[in-house]
């Protein structure tokens, strides 16, 4: 069945960098997106792609910063964080869609269960 496994999820100074992997099994997605929860505040968009053709859409808090891309061997979509800040901390979430939908949707069929990252300073 669908399942979305994440990892790469720890601790990091400020400054340093992350990769997060999130495994799709089960099936292939069309769309996938990262979103990330901070203690005390609501979800928020992180980054989204496609699957094919590579478009990618990012958080203005995270532009220049995080890089998301997709392996095609390993069916595995990454998030890379560089120049990692401490507000970066939060829970992360990958999320797929079964669809093209609008890219900017905040809509997803399927949620991962999330990895913690805390940016220490």
């Known amino acids: 069945q669908v399942q979305l496994v994440e990892s790469g999820g720890g601790l990091v100074q400020a400054g340093g960098s992350l990769r997060l992997s999130c495994a799709a099994s089960g099936r292939t997605f069309r769309r996938y997106g990262w979103f990330r929860q901070a203690p005390g505040k609501e979800r928020v968009f992180v980054a989204a792609?496609?699957?094919?053709?590579?478009?990618?859409n990012y958080a203005e808090s995270v532009k220049g910063r995080f890089t998301t891309s997709r392996d095609n061997v390993e069916n595995t979509v990454y998030l890379q964080m560089n120049s990692a800040k401490p507000e970066d901390t939060a829970v992360y979430y990958c999320?797929?869609?079964?669809?093209?939908?609008?890219?900017?949707?905040?809509?997803?069929?399927?949620w991962g269960q999330g990895t913690q990252v805390t940016v220490s300073s």
């Open positions: 792609l496609y699957w094919s053709g590579g478009t990618t």
């Open positions: 999320a797929a869609d079964s669809s093209y939908r609008n890219i900017y949707s905040q809509y997803y069929d399927y």
